[in-house]
């Protein structure tokens, strides 16, 4: 089967111990780990498909799901919970109209809450794509997504 | 066994050393709870129930602890129960309490902890105060998954991976949101599951139950009516219904283990349809009779008929018992030969060929030395479809080390747990085999003294094994040189080496020859009259090695005493008190060319169904109407069935008692479960009824035991086999006295030819009858369904089995599928030199391009109108394995 797959899994070496690794490789170069992702890393690496999903819904890191062009994380450690994170998931939710755990039809946004991102003195803050947002407050929130969607015309 | 002595609670016992903590208390009649433990699977030390406290050690779980000499334990103290006591309100807080309504009720490991442990009620309200109600996987139509009650111990989950080799299901998502759970959440029936049912009967709680569970009122120990395999069951009953069926752990050859066929596939007993009372064709049409009437007439039209112009299809299904009195009907009262049954249409080459080079044409070892083999190869057997409870021990040879090599045309599942797979073209396993061997001689890797001492015609065998050179076999096969060469050096260093087959080998115009390579093979190695060697042909019916074996052939008397030794026929002819004929008589495919010539104008048929499972079954539904009179006898009305002027109702297994012997040659007992359906009758007491009215003596039995005492006096191989013998776990032949104890393995010391030598056979590459062609430009095979059993008379009317495997679909790999531009699920018409019909197709590489298959399980999709009978020669075999066959697209 010459398809992607093929060149996704070319730097393994189809070792059982692998598992993790291919995961997160197909996680980074695909966004999410889809069915058939799954089924092909099980032949890939000779064990059971239950074991992959089972191993794969083990683990917080791994989606299941396509996420937005713009995934955000947002933080609800113990510092951010502190310094008003509810108040801020609740206005990114209602800018940007999908609940923590959803991606948006359009494929536009995608939004979780994670337990903490090791950022504790800009707290509250999210990180969206690879990019921190510090300090956050509600109008703060108002003005990156007003932001975005001029950008997007 | 090594004992070694420890103390339990102040008490001196003894252990098997080796042996956990928990197993000792156990086999002591201690009890440790316990959720997570199961004496078949690997110790988990998962629920921390099973905690007790070791000296020198402290506290520690006696589930993943070796007993060790003077180990001193103490089961239970205040430590000890506040610890099972957290864990239990643990386990059980979010626990459904229904146990009113709950198939477990009584049954239940957790309530059996809760009990011993004791449980604070304050605090037990304490921990149930958020309960999330998971959803019910109700899609299987055998059992439910239902998360609400189930303890994470994971017996399931070990069951699928060490046991099944299946793994269907795993634990899924982490801490408190853990499930059991299929791969991507499917429902059950969607997953890899192959509803065996092995967790359900393991699963401690109510997680995973049977449907339509009903707790027995008696029990009845047996054996399956579906494969060779003779796994023991208990077969459970209420009133007069069969309402459960639960493996014997005791069993030799399931060791409590079942398939789906095996759990589930006892509705068919209770079926509304059964035949409950005679019929008889009166002006073209059947209606009901008493049974006076339709013997006498049936006594009345056979004593027309006698000799050559009767015959008698015997039955795989019925007992050995049955299998005796009717073929001793056929030869001293009807005064012919003419009798065979199912067994040429599917093993009659290994009888035949394994007659010629071993003297003795059955499995050569036994079952359970299978897990201990080094090196297994498996050619022409789908053995987790066909045998799947024999295929476990495969398995289990795979996970103690051992390797597996399949050598079959398709990618069956049994590939999944091999370590290499020839995948050859149909037809050419000579070639292959003989490669295999060529590579062994060249290597040197022959066993010299073996062959030496043990074997002859060696050199004839040499000279043939010139024409295979490698490029021939790699060209022929389609099997990569290197491939046959790592396969023939397995076989041949990796011992001890065992060959396992069915009809891939078998169902061949050249099938006697496949069972001598394989011979040959063996003999080559050494690899035969060892433990865990030998050649192991998997037989296919409940007991067609012992309808073989009762003489059920028209060739040989029971325990294949030939019918043309004089000395033989004088021993019958005097036991018997009647003449005999010393011709022997027509097989199966014979007969039907007879009936259709005209000269055989009286047939008998106990419990076969041909015009589905014959070869070109054109023929034979051309042949039958010409019969002047035909007599069936079944459980069910058949397609078979309907071209017959009298039909009697037969007792099925359920309803009987008698033996059965499986295909490792065991002869196991029968036992009813409940009477007999309506005015049915065991099969033997009809037939000895139509030889009373015709005026014959000798078939004055009361019971089946009086039967088998007369197969002990003339039977050599059964000598020894008496039903107070065969009571628990039965009996191996060959047997001859009572003082025997059986055989596990054949030819041990000599083989059972006249030179005591195995014979090397010399051989020829032979190509099936037909090859791919421009007008048929590919190959139907045929193979079998895990879910149904030859033409499914029985597993059609079992609603879960008819659910998980509705009806024929015709494989196509997607290559072909390209080519014939047909689309997954599309209805195409397939077309043979015999015939055609419409069949849905899968598209799926199990299939090489150019082979398609078919099973042939179905009445609306009767593939044997499409099949082969080229026969083989000497056994008389049809090539239901190999038909030149094209597809069209159906227009809509």
Known sequence: ?153 | MERVNIVIDNIPVSANKGQTVIDAARDNDIYIPNLCHHEDLKPAGMCRLCVVEISGRGITTSCTTTVEEGMNVVTDSTGISEIRRTTTELISANHTRTCFTCSKNNHCELQRVTSFVGLDPDVDSMMRHRIEQLPVDDSNPFFTLDMNKCVLCGICVRTCDELQGINAIDYVNRGPHTIISTFNNQPLFDSACKSCGECVARCPVGALTFKEFQNPSREARTICPYCGVGCSIYLGSRGNSVVSVRGDREGPANRGSLCVKGRFGYEFVNDTQRLKVPLIRKNGVLVEAGWDEALDLIAEKFSGYRKERFACFASAKCTNEENYVIQKFTRAVMGTNNIDHCARLCHAPSVSGLAQSFGSGAMTNSIDEISNTRTIFAIGTNTTYAHPVLALQIKKAVRNGGTLIVANPKRIDLCSHAQLFLQHRPGTDVVLMMGMMRVIMDEGLEDPEFIAERTENFDLFIESLREFDLDFVEKTTGVPKEKLQQAARLYAREKPSSILYAMGITQHSHGTDNVLAVSNLALLTGNIGKLSTGVNPLRGQNNVQGACDMGALPNVYPGYQKVDDERVRGKFLHAWGADLSDRPGLTHTEIVGAIDRGEIKALYQMGENPVLSEADSGKIMKALPKLDFFVVQDIFMTKTAEYADVILPAASFAEKEGTFTNTERRVQKVRPAIAPVGESRADWQITCEIARRMGAGGFDYTSPSQIMDEINRLTPVYGGITYERVENGGLQWPCPDTGHPGTGFLHGEKFQTLSGKGRFMPLRYIPSAESPCSDYPLILTTDRSLYHYHTSTMTGRVRGLRMLDPGELLLVNPADADIFGIEDKETVMITTRRGSLDVKIKITDICPPGIVSMTFHFEDTHTNLLTSSALDPGAKIPETKVAAARIDRVRA
């Open chain 1, 1 to 153: 089967m010459d398809d992607k797959f093929v060149e996704l899994f070319q730097d393994f070496r189809a070792k059982e111990e692998e598992l993790i690794p291919l995961l997160q490789h197909v996680q980074n170069v695909e966004g999410f780990i889809s069915e058939t992702a799954m089924k092909r890393i099980a032949s890939f690496l000779n064990i059971p498909e239950s074991k992959v999903f089972s191993v794969a819904t083990f683990y917080a890191q791994f989606r299941f799901a396509p996420i937005g062009k713009k995934h955000i994380m947002l933080c609800r450690g113990t510092a951010c919970h502190v310094k008003n994170a509810p108040k801020i998931l609740d206005e990114i939710e209602n800018q940007i109209n999908i609940k923590a755990g959803e991606t948006r039809e359009d494929l536009e946004y995608s939004l979780e809450t994670v337990a903490c991102i090791g950022a504790c003195s800009l707290a509250p803050c999210i990180v969206i794509n690879d990019e921190v947002k510090a300090n956050l407050t509600t109008k703060a929130v108002k003005k990156i997504f007003r932001d975005d969607r001029k950008k997007n015309g």
